[in-house]
């Protein structure tokens, strides 16, 4: 089969949230098989970004394809047809709190196929094996660390083997050790499994050292693009602010507000 | 001041079309639900069988009142044997349905209430339209018809145990004659107080099991919000039965 090489091709995209413009005119193709990076700072829609690849929001104008599909005009039936074939890690895991974490994994199999339970059993105990949980198959989720409710969420999102796989924040409060195994994971996950990985996070360091590319969002708008390496000589104000951390720049410090100054003074007892 | 009546009085409209409308995208769900009836009874044993010991503990005390007074009341005119056709009516058409209501939607809406706030507020629900799967279907439809099984089987329960109070205190206790009080309550009960008393309990499991399904699943994704959303499930409940009781007492009539 002939496949484009951009499994998510978005062009002049808008989106807007109750008036206020997230997207405006956004460009962003993210290639087949490679791990891309989507980075920005926080409130640049980086969430709504994966929400409208995933169709769980849609665009108000432009084009945005996913794996072929045309989502803007995707009937619901389809859109789920299409959803089996992405898995999608969130931010805390969103494991399902009533089930062990073994029905957990097992549960995108249990709904969708009709396999055999000694089947769903090796193909459950293997996904746990790769993200190293075998043991804890067990354990209700309750009973799991961060790092672990996302290593099994991990499992969870593979069973079903996807094309692509959505990562949301995954390193979010996690501590050295768990980050690492994190980071391993979604290196080999792509590799082995031949998938590909868009991976929303702001922790420049981590992200550097996995990402092939990089997407940097600000205002909207992709502001730069390109490997790691590239991103690190950017000599633009934003992508400088941002991979340096600088607390200001054309990133302001602070909120929109009135000037200090006349606020401080006023009479006004409450805004 | 007429402008914001007319406003709440069009947003308690548009609520009560946004019930309505979940309603019946609950029952047009249910048919396929009920293919996988191990989910259905999963959630009768959740919302019914945990509900047993206060439903049944209640049904005691409200039988044991129910023959005090009655046999307070019944003395009066001499007819202490009618106690039992006294007491099982009330139960059975009245007490019985509105009381279990009532305690299933204490103990049972909430749980549901707080149970999907929960599951919106940690990803559980958007994790399931992302693994395409329809979340009405795999977890409201569920817990909606296990209320509904469960309400008219507590019901029931609390009635039995009711009598059994009744009994307790009526025959055992105040002395009245065994023999009438059983024999006087299997001929004047008929089949129509019962099948009012299952209609009741009918409704009140659709109505109960709505409400809590509802305000849960609409819950705000926050700590302040699942706790709004429980409040006002029993809130809502105890309102909605009472005056739902109303209705179908005078449609029987």
Sequence with gaps: ?271 | MFKELWESFTDALEGLGSVVHFLIRLIVHSPAALLRFNLISQQVFNSGAFSLVIIMLSGLFVGMVLGLQGFELLQRFGSEEALGTAAAIGLVKELGPVVTALLFAGRAGTALASELGLMRATDQISAMEMMAVDPIQRVVVPRFLGGVISMPLLAAIFSVIGVYGAQLVGVQIMGVDGGSFWSQMRSAVSLSDITEGIVKSLVFGVACSLIAVYQGYYATPTAEGVGRATTRTVVTSAVVILFLDYLITAAFL
């Design chain 1, 1 to 271: 089969m002939n496949q484009p090489a951009a499994i998510v091709d978005i062009r002049n995209l808008d989106y807007a949230v109750s008036g206020r413009p997230v997207f405006a005119g956004l460009d962003i193709q993210i290639p087949r098989g490679k791990i891309t990076a989507v980075m920005g700072p926080s409130g640049t829609g980086k969430t709504t970004l994966l929400r409208l690849i995933t169709g769980q929001v849609q665009a108000d104008d432009g084009a945005i394809e996913v794996a072929g599909e045309n989502m803007r005009a995707l009937s619901r039936a389809n859109l789920y047809v299409l959803r089996r074939r992405m898995g999608m890690l969130f931010q805390n895991g969103a494991l399902l709190t009533d089930l062990s974490v073994f029905e957990n994994v097992a549960f995108p199999l249990r709904e969708h196929t009709d396999l055999t339970e000694r089947l769903i059993r090796q193909l459950v105990l293997t996904k746990l094996q790769a993200v190293g949980l075998r043991g804890a198959a067990e354990l209700m989720p309750a009973e799991l660390s961060g790092g672990m409710s996302r290593r099994v969420a991990l499992a969870r999102a593979i069973v079903m083997d996807p094309e692509l796989l959505i990562y949301d924040e995954p390193f979010v409060g996690l501590d050295p050790i768990s980050l690492g195994v994190i980071l391993r994971l979604i290196r080999r996950l792509n590799d082995t499994l031949g998938i590909t990985s868009i991976v929303v996070s702001h922790d420049v360091l981590e992200i550097s050292t996995v990402a092939d590319q990089v997407f940097l969002l600000s205002g909207g708008k992709v502001v730069a693009g390109g490997t790691p390496q590239q991103l690190k000589t950017n000599p633009t104000e934003i992508v400088k602010q941002f991979v340096g951390g600088l607390a200001d720049g054309p990133v302001p410090f602070h909120f929109p507000a009135p000037d200090y100054f006349d606020e401080l003074l006023s009479r006004r007892e409450a805004l």
